[in-house]
């Protein structure tokens, strides 16, 4: 079977509580059924000894930055496609919002560099409630604060052609990532399909959930499809 001549790798952002990691764990199934490799790069937070949620120090935050690259630099050629939990760009937003909007660590520099390694993004927008799992927050004005601060700022850093929006309540079992597969297989130059894998028939999108645009659709979870995983569905 012949591989992509180079490596990808898309990021799937946003606040906490809004089905990122059910959705890149759908996405990266996506690519092993089009006979691609994936590896999944899992939220690295919930490692974080700092602490974490609305009272992490900037200190904290700038542990979650460092360990989002340093597991990236890790994952990435393992695989044909690095699907990651979270990127650079969100985890700078929390960042911010630790240090009152300065930058004491001068992590900027780092962030849109790094931001300029991903070849596609995709950004969940809150339209569901949080739900409670017993680690993350259930404060909507801590996650409302977030996601200005990504309204902000992330046209700076991520190119509008590389970015991707789907709202949170689109991202259930009907929610076909087939399109966005192929978009982020143009950007490689790269047949998505692989060699003696049977064309994809597509499922009829909601015309709200299309890539580009803010989506819509109705709540639920994605299944894991056997990727063998471990996904917790309460994440996000």
Known sequence: MTTWHRHAKIAFIG?????????????????QRAGRSAEYGREVVRDNPLGFNEGATGEAQLWVLVSQVRQELELARKAEMLVTDRGVMDNFAYYLRANAMADPFAAEPLVRAWSATYDLVVRLTPDIELRADGVRSTNDAFRDEVEAILDARLPELVRGDRLVTVAASAVTDAFDWWPIAERLAAIVGEPLLAEGVAAHRRRRQPAAARPGADDGGADGESPQLGLGLDADPTRG
Do not use: L, V
């Open 15 to 31: 606040s906490h509580g809004i089905r990122k990691t059910t959705a890149a764990h759908a996405f990266a199934n996506t690519i």
